[in-house]
């Protein structure tokens, strides 16, 4: 992600390192609160994407190889799908996510077998017609009654599915799996926006890459 951030300005910021010789040395570091976005005219636009699923353990930079073939572009695959927390927000490896998941149920049993919730199962009528729709999360003494005419008669429907915590969890992670990559022909305009820079005005700047912060705490 190397690139990235030469398209974040920097800010000069009092050095507080041993090294410092007055109080007023400063050190030059990245301005970490400035962020590219997407311009809304892109965002908002589907025919700008393709839609993609990750595979197996792949990161991402191996997407950004795959579809613009330089691994260094994985900044744009994050942004484009708003993701700031790789961790929480990106599949884990297979290994990481198991270990992940037995550290929180603490046993096999607790994972495989402990009910995490029921679901609803789909319900129709004689006529085809949907009368209780599938995938609802219901409590494990759910029912639902309904008069069928072709039947003349009332129906109780308490079919569910129990999901275990395996499932649950695997279902969250299976849905990180489905990313939007901006479409290569749009690569350009996103890489020009994304060139961060200062305008000219504030008694901060120095160029248009570059502002000077101070903070008279670190003088105390």
Same mark, same amino acid.
Do not use: C
């Given at each position: 992600m190397r690139p990235y951030f030469k398209n974040i300005p920097n800010l000069e910021y009092i050095n507080?390192?041993? +090294? /410092?010789?007055?109080?007023?040395?400063?050190?030059t570091v990245k301005n970490l609160f400035r962020r590219p976005i997407i311009r809304s005219? #892109?965002? &908002?636009?589907? @025919?700008?994407?393709?839609?993609?699923? #990750?595979?197996g353990d792949e990161?991402?930079?191996? %997407?950004?190889?795959?579809?613009?073939?330089?691994?260094?572009?994985?900044? %744009?695959?994050l942004l484009c799908n708003n993701i700031l927390n790789i961790q929480t927000e990106w599949p884990l490896p297979q290994s990481a996510f198991q270990e992940y998941l037995?550290?929180?149920? /603490?046993?096999? @049993?607790?994972?495989?077998?402990? #009910?995490?919730?029921?679901?609803?199962?789909?319900?129709k009528d004689s006529s085809g017609r949907i009368v209780f729709p599938g995938g609802i999360t219901v409590d /494990?003494?759910?029912?639902? /009654?309904?008069y069928d005419y072709r039947r003349t008669s009332e129906i109780v429907h308490t079919e569910k599915l129990a999901i275990t915590n395996y499932e649950y969890e695997l279902q969250i992670e299976e849905n990180k799996r489905t990313v939007f990559a901006l479409r290569p022909e749009f690569l350009g305009?996103?890489?020009? +926006?994304?060139?961060?820079?200062?305008? &000219?005005? @504030?008694?901060?700047?120095?160029?248009? &890459?570059?502002k000077r912060v101070e903070n008279i705490r670190l003088h105390m």
């Open positions: 507080t390192t041993p +090294d /410092q010789h007055t109080l007023t040395d400063y050190i005219d #892109i965002m &908002e636009n589907l @025919s700008y994407f393709t839609r993609y699923t #990750i595979v990161r991402p930079d191996n %997407v950004a190889y795959k579809l613009y073939n330089d691994e260094t572009l994985d900044w %744009v695959i037995l550290i929180k149920y /603490q046993t096999e @049993s607790n994972l495989y077998n402990g #009910i995490h919730h029921y679901e609803s199962v789909e319900l /494990q003494n759910f029912s639902f /009654q309904y305009i996103l890489i020009e +926006d994304a060139k961060l820079r200062y305008l &000219e005005g @504030s008694s901060q700047f120095i160029d248009t &890459e570059t």
